[in-house]
């Protein structure tokens, strides 16, 4: 598995053909929002970017769970 892992290689973000919305925990210290923004940045077609107030990398904490439910029922809904 870990080896795999390193060996994985990843697309561009400029090579991504589709909008992406960007969910982010704005209290993550493992992966802070910063560098998840500069990633979206490069995307062609950058959707957008929800901050879940309040939480961490694993965002089960309120508000921001509910904002991402929020999210993706908003992304859902646009799609269909």
């Known amino acids: ?4 892992y390193l060996r ?4 561009a ?3 991504v053909q589709v909008p992406v919305t960007l969910a982010h ?3 993550d210290r493992w992966t802070p929002p910063h560098l998840s923004l500069r990633v979206h ?3 062609p077609h950058p959707g957008p970017v929800v901050m879940l107030d ?6 089960v904490e309120e508000p ?5 439910l929020g999210a993706v029922a908003a ?3 646009d799609l269909g």
């Open 8 to 11: 994985f290689q990843h697309a």
């Open 75 to 77: 992304l859902a809904r």
């Open 25 to 27: 925990p704005a209290d």
């Open 54 to 59: 309040r939480c961490g990398h694993f965002p």
């Open 64 to 68: 921001g769970v509910s904002a991402l």
């Open 1 to 4: 598995f870990l080896a795999s």
């Open 41 to 43: 940045g490069r995307l």
């Open 13 to 15: 973000p400029e090579s």
